[in-house]
């Protein structure tokens, strides 16, 4: 008697690790300057504007290998107000539309990399992340506190069951002498 064995395959959450626990922020705590993977970043800033460099898309539009730097806008959605599955957690969620930056008619084209503080375990090689941004772009990014109780912000890259996380944190600057 012979037996088979029949594969079936689909999305796998291959992390386990769920959505960091919520966190209740107000907006004024939010502004500023926010840095992420290789010189990527958001700033939020007062009157809802919102402004990306390099800025990479969010679950499936990371596998566009685009890159964003343009302006916006931002909003908060307080904890339980963001309807969009839980990829991002069930605390407070930024909403960011932005669109490219253009100067005499040209799109934004991607520029080298820098350094930077955190993101994707292994995202892939920045330099070949040079497709054309699209017109608009949306994250819902999720806040979460780091292991001291700093606010950092995070949002999912490629396949929401992988759990790939990019992480940006606030920029911080100091006084001169």
Same mark, same amino acid.
């Given at each position: 008697?012979?037996?088979?064995?029949?594969?079936?395959?689909?999305?796998?959450?291959?992390?386990?690790?769920?959505?960091?626990?919520?966190?209740?922020?107000?907006?004024?705590?939010?502004?500023?300057?926010?840095?992420?993977?290789?010189?990527?970043?958001?700033?939020?800033?007062?009157?809802?504007?919102?402004?990306?460099?390099?800025?990479?898309?969010?679950?499936?539009?990371?596998?566009?290998?685009?890159?964003?730097?343009?302006?916006? #806008?931002?909003?908060?959605?307080?904890?339980?107000?963001?309807?969009?599955?839980?990829?991002?957690?069930?605390?407070?969620?930024?909403?960011? @539309?932005?669109?490219?930056?253009?100067?005499?008619?040209? @799109?934004?084209?991607?520029?080298?990399?820098?350094?930077?503080?955190?993101?994707?375990?292994?995202?892939?090689?920045?330099?070949?992340?040079?497709?054309?941004?699209? @017109?608009?772009?949306?994250?819902?990014?999720?806040? #979460?506190?780091?292991?001291?109780?700093?606010?950092?912000?995070?949002?999912?890259?490629?396949?929401?069951?992988?759990?790939?996380?990019?992480?940006?944190?606030?920029?911080?600057?100091?006084?001169?002498?």
């Amino acid at each position: 008697m012979c037996t088979a064995a029949l594969a079936l395959s689909s999305c796998v959450d291959s992390r386990t690790d769920p959505p960091p626990p919520p966190v209740k922020v107000a907006a004024k705590d939010l502004y500023g300057t926010w840095r992420g993977w290789e010189g990527s970043s958001l700033t939020l800033e007062a009157g809802s504007r919102a402004v990306t460099v390099r800025l990479d898309g969010q679950e499936f539009a990371f596998d566009d290998a685009w890159r964003m730097t343009g302006s916006g #806008s931002w909003r908060l959605l307080g904890p339980g107000a963001y309807r969009g599955g839980n990829t991002v957690g069930n605390g407070s969620v930024i909403h960011v @539309e932005a669109g490219p930056r253009t100067g005499r008619g040209e @799109e934004a084209k991607p520029t080298a990399p820098e350094s930077g503080p955190s993101g994707p375990a292994d995202p892939g090689d920045v330099t070949s992340r040079t497709e054309p941004p699209p @017109e608009k772009a949306v994250w819902d990014i999720g806040v #979460s506190k780091g292991e001291k109780g700093e606010l950092r912000l995070f949002f999912r890259t490629s396949d929401p069951d992988v759990r790939d996380t990019y992480y940006l944190t606030r920029e911080t600057t100091t006084a001169s002498p």
